[in-house]
T-cell receptor, first 113, second 111 residues
């Protein structure tokens, strides 16, 4: 009955590989997000999707490509992984027209070696 | 650009004492100010929020104050308990589609 679930929780991969992180929310929210948390714990918005449409792309390299097949899912695909991509990636969702809080997933710890 | 500054970066208090964390935001259009608690290995969890038409909000041991003129908002935790130990983030939002987070405060409550 998890509200926002991400898979995998941990991801270790080599430089240059391509990987995906999946996110699903069962809250019926219309907006989903990807945030990146670096080693110093800074949390920064990457993307926002509202009703499957991209609303915000916060100057993220185009190696990162989010895809929203429906309102309940927002996946993140990363091409040609670099060492600097190592971080914890959080998916979140909210119901924007009701001004509700953003619910976060448990995070995916990505380590690029 | 949009920026939220948060202080202190670490805070150690004795159990039962109060803890105060302060944030300052730059975007005058910000109208929503949530506070999140992040425990080790978990995602941020909302603990309290305030909107720009309110100056203060309280929920049991937690309170938040907002000074729109000075662009300051603060989190107050009273009667701290060891389970309050975590990283706390303030955030500000002028757009419904993103939160700008502060840099976080690591709170340690000593038993």
């Amino acid at each position: 009955d998890t509200a926002v679930s991400q898979t995998p929780k941990y991801l270790v991969t080599q430089m240059g590989n391509d990987k995906s992180i999946k996110c699903e929310q069962n809250l019926g929210h219309d907006t989903m997000y990807w945030y990146k948390q670096d080693s110093k714990k800074f949390l920064k918005i990457m993307f926002s999707y509202n009703n499957k449409e991209l609303i915000i792309n916060e100057t993220v390299p185009n190696r990162f490509s989010p895809k929203s097949p429906d309102k309940a899912h927002l996946n993140l695909h990363i091409n040609s992984l670099e060492l600097g991509d190592s971080a914890v990636y959080f998916c979140a969702s909210s119901q924007v027209d009701r001004g509700t809080e953003a619910f976060f997933g448990q995070g995916t710890r990505l380590t690029v070696v | 650009g949009e920026n939220v500054e948060q202080h202190p970066s670490t805070l150690s208090v004795q159990e039962g004492d109060s803890a105060v964390i302060k944030c300052t935001y730059s975007d005058s259009a910000s109208n929503y100010f949530p506070w999140y608690k992040q425990e080790l290995g978990k995602g941020p969890q909302l603990i309290i929020d305030i909107r720009s038409n309110v100056g203060e909000k309280k929920d049991q041991r937690i309170a938040v104050t907002l000074n729109k003129t000075a662009k300051h908002f603060s989190l107050h935790i009273t009667e701290t308990q060891p389970e309050d130990s975590a990283v706390y983030f303030c955030a500000a939002s002028g757009s419904s589609y993103k939160l700008i987070f502060g840099s976080g405060t690591r709170l340690l409550v000593r038993p």
